[in-house]
């Protein structure tokens, strides 16, 4: 099936989006790039893996840091969501992906389904 991959970050009215995606899909995991904010605030019916960065750091390092949290965590497929966050947030995470060799589909939600773009 397909794992889910969000940012999840800044954006006013950006966590609604992340949370349709969530809830419209049957998800074999879903992962979200956050802050300690994030993942102390967010809420979900469903079973997140929360990945954090700290976007002070430089982009590398965030790089490493999620690549090192997605190694040998994701099952095959991947959709992709940059709704919230910073580009600093989308480069790393792309980055990250892109090094890890993965394909990847990006993913908006649209009423009660979710739609490739």
Do not use: Y
């Not at 954006?11 to 969530?22: H, M, Q, S």
């Not at 589909?105 to 773009?117: A, C, L, N, Q, T």
């Amino acid at each position: 099936m397909t794992d889910l991959i969000c940012c999840l970050s800044t954006g006013k009215g950006t966590w609604i989006e992340v949370a349709r995606l969530i809830n419209n899909h049957a998800w074999d995991n879903i992962h979200l790039i956050t802050n300690d904010f994030g993942k102390e605030k967010f809420t979900s019916n469903k079973k997140v893996n929360f990945i954090l960065v700290d976007v002070n750091k430089g982009m590398e390092v965030m790089r490493n840091e999620i690549q090192n949290e997605l190694k040998d965590k994701l099952s095959g497929e991947i959709a992709v969501n940059f709704t919230s966050g910073s580009g600093k947030e989308h480069m790393a995470l792309l980055s990250a992906l892109m090094k890890m060799g993965m394909g990847m589909r990006f993913v908006v939600p649209v009423d009660s389904e979710i739609k490739e773009i």
